[in-house]
Nanobody, 118 residues
């Protein structure tokens, strides 16, 4: 059974930092691209960052480039999103996604709330 469990969300003031974690199980993590997405209030879900199975390739949304860092630990089946210089516009529910697992389907975590106050 595939499980993705996010943690690390919370409330922070503008300019602050948070690190989100996603614990993965039930699928071949080392072979799977992982990504973080977010859904601001009243808006559609959007891609924030992705990381290849080896961690060698990362991509970021322009709005977070230079402020957020995605990384993974293939020994511990964890993927992280380090968020710096947070802005109120970063307020959203953040979701972890396992991309195209076994070339069959994507899986999502339950999400974790991040709130940035000005």
């Amino acid at each position: 059974q595939v499980q993705l469990v996010e943690s690390g969300g919370g409330s922070v003031q503008s300019g602050g930092s948070l690190t989100l974690s996603c614990a993965a199980s039930g699928f071949p993590f080392r072979s799977t691209t992982m990504s973080w997405h977010r859904q601001p209030p009243g808006q559609i879900r959007e891609l924030v960052a992705s990381i290849s199975n080896t961690g060698g390739t990362t991509e970021y949304a322009p709005s977070v480039e230079g402020r957020f860092t995605i990384r993974r630990d293939n020994e511990k089946n964890l993927v992280y999103l380090e968020m710096d210089k947070l802005e109120p516009e970063d307020t959203a529910v953040y979701y972890c996604k396992a991309v195209n697992v076994r070339r069959i389907q994507d899986y999502w975590g339950q999400g974790t709330q991040v709130t940035v106050s000005s």
